[in-house]
């Protein structure tokens, strides 16, 4: 996918948590988005464009959340051991 | 009419919560308060003679056969019009009543064609069944007398057929018109024996009627007669079943001769609808027996290549090997699927069943993406739940009325006229929308306030209402503190209250007088009940997650929710998007709104579905869309869903689809995506399936089994098969099975099975232990999530914005009789009124540009162009232009763009920088250039 574009949503993502005063939850509210909505080769590829180009075209918010929580974004949710019945 | 199988009262029941007890020949009978005593008889086991009586509509008292003899008072009244009293012996049987009631009848017949062998309404017609209850035998008066016999029949309508040489004028289609429909379409012409219905002075087609069949239903004759019954004769028997058409689910006797449909009659027991309908769902039914129907499995190598027909067998096989191939070579995520919101709720989860489980990714989205997916968002966020608040009658008891973004008269029909029914009664309405539709000013309903809007400003209009409500104390802070976590409503009104988001401030953004947002937010935070209905125009913006939870702050901070005749209200656009979400037709989130991540979650599915589910949140489809072009998603499974018609920016989606290995196209008939397709696999209408449909209020309504699938498969049974071929066998002999796996996965479903909705009817989820018999309104003691939570909704324009070169803003919609993309709609008569799309532009920027009505004109955005007729219309605000997309030649989304919502990727359908030309050449045919050549068979 065009890195651009993933900036973009990012940063539309950053928008609507921008407005929180507290900003350790808005922090939290762009990672959690991103984490809970984004299918992971979308966020390893925002990250990997970051990574590339320094990722200038993210708001602070956008790119101060997504360092933050780099591992919690790259890291994958392990999968259960199996069917329990 | 009704098919006489059916009981009718004859009156509505009284609504006074005192009872009466009042003797009917002899029988002793207990009635609410109100009642009158035709109805009061009915229930006594007693049918009184009657002809301008219908149970539907209120009492009228023209026809005098009803007259009954009462105890102690004189003469003969009317028992539809006679209410019932404490101790009153009614007499429905006397020699003096059967004399009177001869009469009448002989003044009837006097004047009535005495075809009854070859009469379409023959052993189903009121006036028929009369003349045999009160003895006619002859007719004094002779049949050579003035009459009527010779005034000329109106075919003008595809659907229904007016005959007047057999109207009695009883009035019930011109009340059925008015009360039921509240379109005033028809009246009574003329006095005494000159006295005859007419559609304004004109025939009906030409009329103001919207041909809901309200009045052919009411007629107790043959003058309203539909045309397929005409041709067909009278049905042998009845189906109940779901219309397919729009969220409101309404419920439908499908009369049926052998495997024939000849008639669709809304259901009067069906709480959706109680009895209402629509053109599409009521007439538009043709469709699934039309030509065009696939009914054969077909293959091809490639999209270039001509369909080879082949059997189910080798289609599934060849579909199933392609899944496989691609996945071994390009990983378990290069593929996914769609599921379709007009199928039904088991069909969905066996869609999404086979792609978590089958294809083993989470790559699984619905059409809700394009339309609702904010809904779900926006509501969960707040109120803890992704659903509407209340059940379509809650609006009956409404005082205050706010409808956004939405147009329920013609995209929701049937509850737009039980909306303005209640306008009528006396609820105050407020429309927040770019154009005037329908409501804002119609016969007997004329909106409070209309906040014409510019188009992407719903956020700044949502807050300056918050900003009113907050600083001049009309908030109801007891609810609010009582009901939602404090301290984020603190914050949320210190936000609101902030000068920025007063009227004032945001008039410049919006366009709306501030004089206009503080009248209507006091109009809302005063009334009693308040109630929020929305649609599309709320969710298909960049901000469409962050105006849904504007409007549920809105209704929390005035109290408006929790009860009958208030909430928040999502009018959803397909027959079971509802259902397709329920379901688990999202990639992040299992059925029942549980996200992927969650080990419990995913254990309990797991355990019953004997597999290992993926964890991470899957692809939605804009993006596997993106994917594809990038090489990463090269296969799609898509059940019934138009994507290159319905999703913006087609461009992208056809060199998307195109950069495709494998795309399974499962639908009715061959469609724009299909053009794209190596794999078409014939799907099954509603008609020919069992399961369950979802409408907006939660309401699970069965899908009855009408006639044998064309093709020989439900699509519940192709899922399976093609399940089977993936080595991941999914058996089920009834959809019912389907139901009870739901049931037993689901917190919300756990109650339901098809035994009770057979019982019941429908069920409004969430059913399980604690709600047994479903909820109708929720969130009543508490939010689903506990405390209701407010979230600052700040306003952030747009990307897309005017400029010289794109200086106005396209907005689209829907048309009364066209559905969605048209697939099933264009397929029957209802293109007669609307044969086109076109291009709606206020007179003043088409004299700008020297366009004129009903000249071609180019429409361009930045990323497209295509073309179609101007229609000049005050409907439209200057700067702002509209179009509806149900036709695939016009393309309308060839000119919509990427731009969607923060929070789901719906699309920014709602706005669009386009500019209107002129076109050049003013004969050339519509079809615009650079459309892909149809896929030949």
């Not at chain 2, 489980?357 to 989470?362: H, K, L, S, V």
């Not at chain 2, 000068?499 to 007063?502: E, I, L, Q, V």
């Given at each position: 996918m065009a890195a651009t574009k993933l900036a973009r949503m990012a940063n539309q993502i950053g928008s609507f948590f921008a407005s929180e005063p507290d900003h350790a939850l808005a922090m939290e509210g762009v990672a959690s988005h991103l984490r809970r909505t984004w299918e992971p080769r979308m966020r390893l590829q925002l990250i990997a464009w970051m990574d590339e180009t320094g990722g200038a075209e993210l708001s602070p918010l956008v790119r101060e959340a997504v360092l933050a929580n780099r591992e919690r974004l790259t890291t994958p949710t392990p999968r259960n051991p199996g069917p329990t019945a | 009419m009704y098919s006489v199988k059916e009981q009718d009262a004859g009156t509505p029941e009284g609504t006074g919560t005192a009872l009466v007890t009042l003797d009917v020949d002899g029988r002793m009978v207990i009635v609410p308060e109100g009642t009158s005593v035709m109805h009061a008889a009915s229930k006594a086991g007693v049918q009184v003679p009657k002809l301008c009586a219908t149970e539907t509509l209120g009492a009228f008292g023209s026809c005098r056969l009803c007259i009954v003899e009462i105890e102690g008072r004189r003469g003969f009244p009317s028992s539809c019009t006679t209410l019932v009293q404490e101790g009153m012996k009614v007499h429905t049987q006397t020699p003096k009543l059967a004399e009177l009631r001869r009469g009448v009848m002989e003044l009837y017949i006097s004047d009535h064609p005495l075809d009854c062998l070859t009469?379409?309404?023959?052993?189903?017609c009121e006036l028929q069944e009369m003349a045999g209850v009160v003895g006619l035998r002859d007719v004094r008066y002779g049949l050579k007398g003035s009459n009527h016999l010779e005034a000329a029949k109106d075919e003008s309508n595809p659907y229904f057929t007016f005959d007047p040489s057999k109207c009695i004028v009883c009035s019930r289609c011109v009340r059925a018109c008015e009360e039921i429909q509240g379109t005033f379409a028809l009246t009574v012409e003329g006095r005494g024996f000159d006295s005859r219905i007419s559609a304004g002075g004109t025939d009906f087609m030409s009329s103001e009627c919207v041909s809901c069949g309200a009045c052919v239903q009411a007629c107790p004759t043959a003058t309203l007669m539909e045309k397929t019954i005409i041709e067909n004769g009278q049905p042998d028997h009845v189906v109940k079943t779901t219309c397919a058409y729009c969220g409101v689910g309404c419920s439908f006797r499908a009369e049926v001769k052998g495997n024939e449909v000849v008639r669709m009659v809304p259901d009067k027991t069906g709480l959706a609808n109680e009895g209402h309908s629509c053109v599409k769902g009521r007439f538009a039914w043709g469709y699934a027996t039309h030509k065009d129907r696939v009914t054969t499995p077909m293959i091809r190598k490639s999209p270039d290549d001509a369909w080879q027909i082949v059997g189910w067998a080798e289609a599934l096989r060849y579909a199933a090997s392609e899944i496989q191939r691609i996945q071994e070579k390009h990983g378990r995520a290069a593929v996914g699927g769609i599921t379709s919101s007009r199928c039904t709720n088991e069909e969905t989860w066996l869609v999404q069943k086979l792609i978590r489980?089958?294809?083993?990714?989470?790559n699984v989205d619905t059409c809700a993406r394009v339309c609702h997916s904010p809904t779900g968002y926006g509501l969960k966020a707040t109120l803890g739940e992704s659903a509407g608040t209340q059940d379509f009658e809650s609006v009956d008891h409404s005082d205050v009325i706010v409808v956004i973004g939405a147009n329920p008269t013609q995209g929701h029909p049937v509850f737009g006229s039980r909306l303005k029914r209640r306008v009528r009664e006396g609820a105050k309405l407020i429309v927040i929308d770019p154009r005037a539709i329908d409501i804002v000013r119609q016969p007997h309903v004329e909106a409070s306030y209309h906040l014409q809007l510019r188009p992407g400003t719903n956020v700044a209009v949502a807050n300056a209402l918050a900003h009113v409500i907050v600083t001049e104390g009309l908030a109801d802070d007891a609810f609010a503190r009582a009901r939602c976590d404090v301290a984020e409503y603190d914050t949320w009104r210190a936000f609101v209250s902030e000068?920025?988001?007063?009227p004032e401030a945001t008039e410049a953004i919006t366009g709306v007088p501030a004089a206009s947002v503080r009248g209507a937010a006091r109009v809302y935070a005063g009334a009693r009940n308040g109630a929020i209905y929305y649609g599309l125009g709320v969710t298909e913006h960049s901000q469409g997650s962050t105006m849904v939870i504007a409007i549920a702050n809105l209704a929390m901070c005035t109290g408006n929710i929790g009860r009958t005749g208030v909430g928040v209200n999502p009018l959803r656009g397909q027959n079971n998007v509802q259902g397709a979400c329920d379901m688990g037709s999202f990639p992040h989130e299992l059925p029942g709104y549980r996200h992927v991540s969650d080990v419990g979650v995913r254990a309990s599915f797991e355990s019953v579905w004997h597999t290992i589910l993926d964890p991470e949140p899957g692809l939605r489809l804009p993006n596997m869309l993106d994917a594809a072009l990038e090489g990463s998603f090269r296969a799609i499974y898509i059940q019934g869903e138009d994507i290159a018609q319905s999703d913006p920016d087609l461009h992208h989606v056809e060199a998307a689809l195109r950069a495709m290995e494998c795309v399974i196209v499962q639908d009715i008939f061959l469609n724009e995506t299909s053009k794209f397709a190596h794999v078409f696999l014939p799907g099954a209408t509603f008609l020919e399936k069992d399961g369950t449909f979802t409408n907006a209020e939660r309401r699970i309504g069965r899908v009855r089994k009408v006639m044998p699938s064309l093709s020989g498969m439900a699509d519940w049974e192709i899922t399976c098969a093609l399940a089977r071929e993936l080595g991941y066998p999914m058996h089920y002999d009834h959809p019912s099975q389907i139901m009870d796996e739901i049931a037993s996965l689901m917190p919300t479903f756990t109650g339901v099975s098809y035994a009770k909705l057979d019982e019941m009817g429908s069920i409004q989820w969430p059913c399980n232990d604690e709600t047994p018999e479903g909820t109708p309104i929720m969130h009543v003691e508490a939010f689903v999530r506990g405390k209701g939570r407010f979230m600052i909704t700040e306003f952030v324009a747009t990307e897309e914005r005017v400029t010289p070169m794109y200086p106005l803003l396209l907005t689209t919609g829907r048309i009364l009789s066209q559905y969605n993309v048209g697939a099933q709609t264009r397929r029957t008569e209802n293109v007669r009124w609307h044969p086109e799309d076109v291009l709606e532009i206020h007179p003043h920027d088409a004299e700008e540009r020297g366009i004129n009505q009903g000249d071609q004109v180019a429409l361009k955005s930045r990323v497209g162009e295509t073309r179609l007729r101007a229609e000049l219309t005050e409907r439209v605000q200057p700067g702002v232009v509209y179009t509806t997309f149900h036709h695939p030649v016009t393309r309308a989304n060839v000119v919509t763009t990427d731009l969607s919502d923060w929070a789901t990727n719906c699309p920014e359908y709602k706005v669009t920088a386009v500019q209107v030309r002129r076109a050049p050449n003013q004969d050339a045919a519509l079809a615009p250039a650079g459309a892909p050549e149809i896929g030949g068979k």
């Open positions: - | 009469c379409p309404s023959n052993g189903n489980a089958g294809f083993g990714n989470n000068p920025r988001n007063s």
